[in-house]
């Protein structure tokens, strides 16, 4: 089983740092993101995931009033935790539609090698007007182009990495050669969206490619994935629908020309873990009153991409107009709107808590239970642990989930490997 | 008096790397930049340096077979040396013409979070085509407009940075209150050049504003840094000339409506240190002989924007075509070609060797004399010190040139303060 950590700031629940023992301070303090890191190797996780976006969702008052809307930066924050870990993955969110190619083949190249290894990327194709009004456009990118362009962008950066040969530098002294020209490779590339001449100012990264994380549900970006991903975040909330994803993704994966199983599909799992289900129940029921109801329906008119405000909160959804944002999510709100008895004010207390991931709730055997449920019956290959809150959700599910998967020969006691691609399965390409 | 130290990776000398000493293996390493920031703090300096650029110089064959063209990345590893340091400033050299001011606004904000107030941006507004050609375009921006779109670029980034108040987050566990939506504005800022919308996804950095060093020494680049610039890096030749543009620079930071003083000048100088003026001498001598010809040659004609290969070496520099590269490095050829006795073969051992900057050949003493000359003749405010190869030359003039200078009374023996403004004596704006 693999095991990732979503560093979501203060915590993947809406309502986590309101905890009691939430240093809210730490939210630009390295020393908070390094006890994280920290505590996922001590988990032996395979890596810590941090989450991005280019833009403050300034919509609605009270997300911006009652959530943290603030995003430390990933490349610099990472690069920071590549010097204080040894053997963690280090996994960083880029979109593809706001950033060169050229830049983040160099900056996770860099960071391939400040950690020896243990690069990153989280492929996101952004989804919002204000984050395209961050970067001069007006409206962003229609969801097709996006991914279109994501594919160009993924082309790009494996060509760039590849443009120094692994024997490129000689730094012979005596002749005065440092490279030979000959083994630097410019890549001339000219696509639809995107055109780099190459090579990169730099030799080839530790991995060769630093490991390719998608985390877009839609059916663009599954396709998507199924061509360049090495792991796909995905978010699923039963069994059923899970191992279907699982099988489509190794039926994708096939029609793609790629090797099935080289794909690690790991869906979002927030845990709310008590030394009784009775206790961890009381903790849920805890965190969902800490929510204010005006930011849970501003939450929910966000991913559906639609003001709920003047619908009446215990009324049924309404319908809904056409998007260009982000799917995956919204769809997954159309989907259990139409389940019996679902209102506004139940799917927003939802989404509001888990951001649309699975989130279970129990003793760490149950959790792992759970988890060893949907592992062994071809659901998934691992899971992104979205603790509640940071860091103590994260230092439980260390201390007492992580040992209850090793007990039951799932997870790694240590680390058999050096870098990411080790800790995944996967070769060097 | 204030130093820097600017890191060119293996050396600033075009053979450093060649000199026995200089773990060429480091060039990639952590560790290699690690015991250079560890040693400018030691030599109390106020700030390192790393140098940039965003494309491999390819087209002299000599350039890319004995040079170091690879450009470790500096945001990425300047985040990773924040915390290996604790008082020495970090400075990054950013292309105004190939970045989004969104991106750098975070990603130096986050670089002074990391490091408690030490972050610094060097603006630079490229030059080459094969830069233009990694970002989408078939030749780089005029002179002209590679400064107005750098005027914006900083107009934004200082927008943005304000765009939280200082007081915006208040963390108030009891009401829920995460941040005061009245006290985060939107900037939307409309240029002709860059549209950023805003607010930045971030908190106010320690420093309100990181600081602005501007490198550029062309016409454009003094009236760009008497605007903006809290350090200019500038290049000079002879006392004279320097005293000049010292204070020509008071004169343009008065007319910009600033305070004379708040913009430091220091030039660069590259230190050949011996015990004795023969053995410093000496060491001048080799590192020149470990330069070849066709990499001399060529170092020049990419300066000067024009092939000089078909012409006599030990002839004069030919009338040059016009060129819309980089001014500054070039004027200054175009100045020494007049000197008697100037051939190619002279001025491209001159530029290979010191990249057009002050070379300072002789013992600790006559080195910090010298500095102490131009720093006491309103020359210049301090130096960027340029070590001709790593990690020994650095190591050098921390243990030899710089008690010289505490001995005088012109430098720190410790820092008194805790952030880069602090150590340049700049108020937090």
């Known amino acids: 089983m693999h095991l990732g950590a979503f560093l979501f700031n203060l915590g993947n629940h809406a309502a986590g740092w309101r905890m009691p023992d939430v240093p809210t301070e730490g939210l630009m303090a390295f020393d908070f993101y390094r006890n994280l890191a920290e505590t996922a190797e001590r988990g032996k996780f395979d890596l810590v995931f941090h989450s991005d976006g280019l833009g403050i969702n300034d919509t609605y008052d009270a997300v911006l009033r009652h959530t943290v809307t603030i995003r430390p930066e990933p490349l ?33 190249g860099m960071l391939d090698f400040l950690s020896n290894g243990r690069a990153a990327l989280n492929l996101v194709t952004s989804s919002t007007d204000q984050e395209a009004q961050n970067f001069g456009l007006s409206h962003h990118l229609a969801h097709g182009a996006r991914y279109e362009r994501a594919r160009e962008f993924i082309d790009i950066l ?60 839609s059916a663009d970006g599954q396709d998507f994935a199924a061509h360049v991903a090495d792991v ?45 289900q009775e206790e961890a129940e009381s903790k849920d029921r805890a965190l969902q009153d800490l929510v204010p109801e005006s930011l849970a329906v501003s939450y929910l008119s966000d991913v559906v991409q639609h003001d709920l405000s003047r619908y009446p909160i ?23 709107a139409r389940l019996p008895g679902a209102t506004i004010r139940s799917l927003a207390v939802q989404m509001v808590q888990n951001r649309g991931h699975l989130r279970v709730v129990g003793t760490a055997r149950t959790i792992a239970n759970f988890m060893a449920e949907w592992f062994t019956n071809n659901a998934c290959d691992g899971f992104n642990i979205l603790a509640p809150f940071h ?37 060097r390409p």
């Open 76 to 108: 610099t924050l990472l690069s920071a935790l590549a010097v204080v870990t040894q053997r963690v993955g280090l996994a960083a969110t880029i979109s593809t539609t706001y950033n060169e190619p050229y830049h983040i083949a160099r900056k996770l």
């Open 158 to 217: 494996r060509l760039l990495w590849d443009s120094w040969d692994d024997k490129a530098l000689s730094f012979d002294k005596v002749s005065g050669q440092v490279a030979d020209p000959a083994l630097i490779q410019a890549i001339h590339y000219k696509g639809k969206y995107l055109s780099v001449r190459g090579p990169l100012n730099m030799p080839r990264p530790p991995q060769g490619h630093p490991v390719i994380i998608q985390a877009g549900v």
């Open 232 to 276: 796909v975040f995905s978010v699923e909330r039963s069994l059923a629908s899970a191992q279907a994803f699982y099988a489509a993704a190794q039926t994708r994966v096939t029609a793609a020309g790629r090797i099935p199983g080289v794909m690690k599909v790991m869906p979002g799992l927030l845990p709310i873990i008590g030394r009784t």
């Open 314 to 336: 215990d009324g049924q959804l309404p319908e809904l107009p056409e998007s260009n944002g982000e799917m995956g999510r919204r769809q997954i709100i159309l989907d259990q």
């Open 391 to 427: 860091p103590g959700g994260l230092a439980e599910f260390v201390d007492e989930v992580v040992p209850e998967l090793q007990h039951r020969g799932l997870f790694r006691q240590e680390y058999s490997g050096r870098t990411l691609r080790d800790h995944l399965g996967l070769a």
